[in-house]
């Protein structure tokens, strides 16, 4: 008897999707409830008369209730897309336009990298409605939205082309390592990916984000001064402070630190300075230099590397069974195609380890503020986080089960007990 793959990918998707939308409908229903008024912690900042006035509830249904609608069309596309075959369609498509060029022979190669174009291209004209209704009607009514179209547009083309003109390369080279790698291909793959994600951390904050913002120096003065200070305090390998024009696309703010080795370098968002004090924005800071001192980038790279390890090995298993193939209509075994077949099998295991990581970026949120505090940027953090929230309309009493399984930062309300604990 064949294994039902299609039957099995299609129970498994949609029985995730039922969990996580039971989730969401646990939030959905905590954001509609009157009776939840401030937690007892920040009644000091914030009365229950200011909540209950605030846009905080209606912005978190109106995005809680736009998520159910485009989680639902999303999932309705991914049972479509395997019911009817429509991959294999895809991957026709991809062959035709080879053909057009005068690509004959043996092409699998090509024929991938436009399969992941075509497939990319297809994802993004699906999702253009849904993100502009998200920016220009629900980030817009709150006032956060600061895109215009033209933008918006812009920001598109520019994720797609780059999306392409950097998979190209690494499909192309993945492909040739599992051809090359016989039955430990999944080893040398794995290490492949490894250093492109190295390779990526590096060319992000000098190559690829300046396509998107502008970066401009800190310029000289006391808060530059007091950023300098704090750096050379902790030993950080400080080189350059910027300020990203983040106000252009949208009200939110933030701050992080970016580079490896010996050359770091801190960006603050413009919104940032306009929102907080010096002493604030310092205490942000020394959050963040909380997760440098701690190696949490390190460490999550190398959880990152477990998953995707466990994923090559587990899919080397996989990647000659030609019942798989059959089962969504393929004929052939494109390698692309088997490995894309898989990670619709592999999704309980994804959704696993990413509400693990959660789970980990929250521990390692909480060290962060610790060190902060340590550092003596106590109070200030607590000030600067109350701001974020309150600028950001954020949720002061989330779903505690939605909260686990979606939050990679633990809510405002946990972070600042466990800042009033910590000595």
């Known amino acids: 008897m064949t294994f039902p793959y299609k039957e099995v990918v299609l129970g498994l998707s949609w029985t995730i999707f039922g969990f996580e939308q039971y989730l969401a409908y646990r939030q959905h229903v905590r954001l509609a409830d009157p009776s939840l008024g401030v937690p007892a912690l920040l009644r000091t900042e914030i009365t229950d008369e200011e909540h209950a006035k605030s846009k905080v509830r209606p912005y978190g249904r109106d995005k809680s209730t ?22 294999p369609l895809y991957w026709s498509w991809a062959a035709s336009v080879l053909l057009h060029y005068g690509m004959n022979g043996e092409r699998e190669i090509l024929q991938s990298i436009a399969f992941v174009i ?23 009514r709150y006032g956060f939205n600061k895109m215009d179209i033209p933008l918006f547009a812009s920001d598109k083309f520019k994720t797609f082309i780059l999306t392409s003109v950097i998979a190209a390369p690494v499909v192309a080279a993945m492909l040739q390592i599992i051809k090359w790698g016989g039955d ?22 000098t190559v690829i984000a300046p396509i998107f913002n502008k970066f401009t120096p800190l310029e000289e003065g006391k808060l530059k001064t007091m950023i300098g200070e704090l750096a050379a305090r902790v030993h950080f390998p400080l080189t350059k402070v910027f300020v990203i024009d983040g106000s252009k696309r949208s009200s939110h703010s933030n701050a992080y630190f970016t580079g490896l080795f010996k050359d770091k370098r801190i960006v603050l968002f413009d919104t940032l300075l306009q929102q907080m004090t010096n002493n604030e924005i310092c205490a942000v800071l020394a959050h963040e230099l909380g997760h440098w001192s701690s190696s949490h980038i390190f460490r999550t790279l190398m959880l990152s590397q477990i998953q995707l390890f466990s994923i090559f090995y587990t899919f080397s298993h996989f990647i000659k069974s030609l019942p798989m193939y059959r089962a969504f209509g393929f004929e052939t075994e494109p390698v692309m195609i088997g490995l894309v077949l898989f990670t619709y099998l592999n999704q309980p295991m994804d959704s696993i380890f990413s509400f693990l990581m959660h789970y980990v970026s929250r521990v390692h949120e909480f060290q962060a503020d610790a060190y902060a505090k340590k550092l003596g940027y106590g109070e200030d953090l607590k000030s600067g986080l109350i701001k974020l929230n309150k600028k950001n309309l954020g949720n002061l009493i989330p779903d505690s089960w939605y909260s686990a399984y979606h939050y990679s930062h633990p809510p405002v309300v946990e972070r600042l007990e466990s800042i009033g604990k910590t000595e």
């Not at 069309?73 to 991959?87: E, K, N, R, S, Y």
């Open 66 to 87: 736009f998520e159910f609608a485009a989680n639902l069309f999303g999932q309705v596309i991914t049972t479509a897309t395997l019911v009817f075959d429509w991959m």
């Open 118 to 140: 075509i497939s990319s291209a297809i994802g993004t004209a699906v999702d253009i409605p849904f993100a502009m209704y998200k920016q220009f009607v629900i980030e817009e």
């Open 184 to 205: 430990n291909f999944f080893f040398y793959v794995w290490m492949f990916m490894l250093v492109f994600q190295i390779t990526m951390i590096l060319l992000y904050p």
